[in-house]
């Protein structure tokens, strides 16, 4: 099964755009996990219980696990093992590095870990790309149009591209679009909710690939422009993400039902805008 076969499967499954992003930290844990000496893996435990039925992917960022030293990587280890089998896990590493270092990363995500996708800087060009693309069941997701406030300090600069001025972003597009055609069906992009302009052009850039959508929530993106040009020309559905609006819902002992009730309000609101949009 390739990852968007999965994706799909899981979409339809859960009628799901829904992606709940596994970032833990420890200052922010519910009350009742401070009686814990390791609350990692317990509150995601929770957090994956409570929302599996309600999600098409998990996307735990590395960066809230190494800052945890080991015990960080082993609880990271020991959710990704926990999560249904039928759901695609993205590790959010934003990996960019020369070819032999990307081949060590790319083997230690796919094959040691296990994960479905990951997500991929694209700056250092395809030789650090390539490593993420050449596993058929495997994507990767590259960095075009961030959701941080700081994504135009580059990625809306004019550049020129063949004599033609372009931006950055337009540009990553473009190599990405030269690597799925090599690598088929393995290459998303990372297009965020808080430029839905950007979103709406870079759609029509690349209307057949996948895109993980992360500023929802807490970064206050455009979650109706996410919707109207976030699936691909064939119907697979963008990934949508979303953290801490739904891990951190609540800090009593409420958290569990908290963090589920704010997962549905949000997946039966995307699920309003798609009807919307093809009435």
């Given at each position: 099964?390739?990852?968007?076969?999965?994706?799909?499967?899981?979409?339809?499954?859960?009628?799901?755009?829904?992606?709940?992003?596994?970032?833990?930290?420890?200052?922010?844990?519910?009350?009742?996990?401070?009686?814990?000496?390791?609350?990692?893996?317990?509150?995601?435990?929770?957090?994956?219980?409570?929302?599996?039925?309600?999600?098409?992917?998990?996307?735990?960022?590395?960066?809230?696990?190494?800052?945890?030293?080991?015990?960080?990587?082993?609880?990271?280890?020991?959710?990704?093992?926990?999560?249904?089998?039928?759901?695609?896990?993205?590790?959010?590493?934003?990996?960019?590095?020369?070819?032999?270092?990307?081949?060590?990363?790319?083997?230690?995500?796919?094959?040691?870990?296990?994960?479905?996708?990951?997500?991929?800087?694209?700056?250092?060009?395809?030789?650090?790309?390539?490593?993420?693309?050449?596993?058929?069941?495997?994507?990767?997701?590259?960095?075009?149009?961030?959701?941080?406030?700081?994504?135009?300090?580059?990625?809306?600069?004019?550049?020129?591209?063949?004599?033609?001025?372009?931006?950055?972003?337009?540009?990553?597009?473009?190599?990405a679009l030269a690597w799925d055609a090599k690598y088929p069906g393995t290459c998303g992009l990372v297009v965020g909710a808080t430029a839905p302009k950007a979103l709406t052009r870079l759609r029509a850039l690349a209307p057949?690939?996948?895109?993980?959508?992360?500023?929802?929530?807490?970064?206050?993106?455009?979650?109706?422009?996410?919707?109207?040009?976030?699936?691909?020309?064939?119907?697979?559905?963008?990934?949508?993400?979303?953290?801490?609006?739904i891990l951190f819902a609540s800090s009593r002992v409420d958290y569990v039902e908290a963090a589920r009730a704010a997962a549905r309000q949000l997946r039966d609101q995307i699920n309003a805008l798609r009807e919307a949009n093809?009435?």
């Open positions: 099964m390739t990852f968007l076969e999965k994706l799909l499967a899981a979409q339809s499954h859960n009628r799901s755009w829904l992606c709940l992003g596994l970032d833990p930290v420890l200052a922010k844990m519910p009350l009742p996990l401070h009686k814990e000496d390791d609350p990692l893996l317990p509150f995601n435990k929770a957090m994956i219980d409570a929302t599996a039925d309600l999600v098409c992917a998990y996307k735990p960022n590395l960066a809230f696990y190494l800052a945890e030293g080991a015990a960080g990587l082993i609880a990271l280890e020991r959710t990704l093992a926990y999560i249904p089998d039928h759901i695609p896990i993205i590790l959010d590493g934003k990996f960019g590095d020369i070819g032999s270092t990307a081949e060590m990363i790319a083997r230690g995500a796919f094959e040691v870990w296990g994960v479905d996708a990951v997500t991929v800087n694209p700056y250092v060009g395809e030789d650090g790309v390539a490593p993420f693309l050449q596993r058929p069941d495997k994507a990767a997701f590259v960095l075009a149009r961030t959701s941080n406030p700081g994504a135009a300090d580059f990625q809306t600069r004019r550049v020129f591209d063949m004599d033609e001025l372009t931006t950055l972003a337009d540009l990553v597009v473009q190599c057949d690939l996948p895109f993980l959508i992360p500023g929802i929530g807490a970064q206050g993106g455009d979650l109706a422009a996410s919707v109207r040009y976030g699936p691909t020309r064939s119907g697979i559905g963008p990934i949508i993400t979303v953290s801490r609006a093809t009435a």
